[in-house]
């Protein structure tokens, strides 16, 4: 939805309409819509995930170190930082 909303249409809400309601959907849909733009603002204020891609809690500065400069979702590379990570602590 953030990246490529082009790619949503009728048929992935078809999709969606398989395994929930209407009401579960637009619920859905608002809840990626808000996280988006919370994640967006956080961003402005140089704020970093408290959470590492497995779950643990960290502070800001471990978070930075994992995410980067710039934070980037877990999928672009966070993920992969942290398995590195933990293959050189080990």
Avoid: C, W
């Amino acid at each position: 939805m953030q990246f490529a909303p082009e790619k949503i249409d009728a048929a992935f809400y078809d999709r969606l309409r398989e395994h929930y309601t209407e009401a579960e959907v637009v619920e859905l849909g608002a809840f990626i819509g808000f996280n988006v733009g919370y994640h967006t603002f956080f961003r402005t204020l140089d704020f970093y995930p408290m959470f590492t891609p497995d779950g643990r809690l960290v502070s800001q500065e471990e978070s930075r170190r994992i995410y980067g400069d710039t934070p980037v979702s877990h999928l672009d590379g966070a993920r992969a930082r942290a398995r590195e990570d933990d293959q050189v602590t080990s």
